[in-house]
């Protein structure tokens, strides 16, 4: 097999795992609302009773969240990459499988941050247009409208699995010699999760933002962003 050839037959192999894998993710791993909101309220002494109070505090405290968040996702994923990428190209598949789950919960847990939940149809296309943008995916600001909501999430999917295709196919590159791999991995996993994560804190910051212009401000406590990390993300 050329060096072409491989990598076509990377890509392709990725792609069919990423778009089972991101389904099964979001249908099987998905975080509790409630009880997320109990243990961020309890932890970080929020005076919110709801995720949509979220949208009417200072920025500054959904950021200094989600850092937290986005950083404990990484850090799993690279953990994920050291383990598995010891097998080289034999753990394409079950490598994609884990990424996913910890990525969609991670996106989850962002959309929560920033007072944006996906209880209704609405809300997980909206959900999805937020993954897509994690995926650095331009749909267009009229895709939404132009879409019958359960349309949305596979044509997303659909899109994701093409670009983490074509993101795995040179990811994998360094891992065809399966002992030297498990490092590179590792590495590879860790950027691989943290630009998703920083592409959508960005997107659901923007959301968040416009909102918040039109609501009233609820006070955070003052000491938050100095308070010692006590809630422990577990992706």
């Known amino acids: 097999m050329t060096k072409n050839e491989k990598a076509a037959w990377i890509a392709e192999s990725a792609r069919k795992s990423a778009r089972a894998a991101f389904r099964q993710a979001y249908e099987r791993v998905q975080v509790d609302p409630e009880k997320y909101l109990r243990q961020l309220r309890d932890s970080y002494r929020l005076p919110i009773r709801s995720w949509v109070e979220m949208q009417r505090l200072d920025e500054q405290v959904p950021n200094a969240i989600s850092e937290r968040v986005i950083g404990s996702a990484t850090r799993a994923a690279a953990l994920e990459g050291l383990g598995l990428g010891v097998g080289g190209l034999l753990t394409i598949l079950p490598d994609m499988g884990i990424l996913s789950a910890i990525t969609v919960r991670m996106l989850q847990r962002l959309s929560l941050i920033y007072g944006f939940e996906y209880a ?99 006070r955070a406590p003052q000491n938050l962003l100095t308070m010692p990390h006590v809630l422990r993300e577990n992706s």
């Open 120 to 218: 209704t149809d609405r809300e997980v296309a909206a959900f999805w247009m937020a993954a897509a943008s994690a995926a650095g995916l331009d749909l267009g600001r009229d895709f939404l409208e132009k879409q019958a909501v359960e349309r949305v999430a596979p044509r997303i999917i659909d899109a994701m699995a093409v670009k983490v295709g074509a993101e795995v196919a040179e990811k994998w590159a360094s891992r065809v010699i399966p002992i030297l791999s498990a490092g590179a991995a590792a590495t590879l996993n860790y950027y691989f999760v943290r630009s998703w994560g920083r592409r959508a804190r960005k997107h659901f910051l923007e959301r968040h933002r416009a909102l918040r212009t039109a609501s009233v401000e609820i």
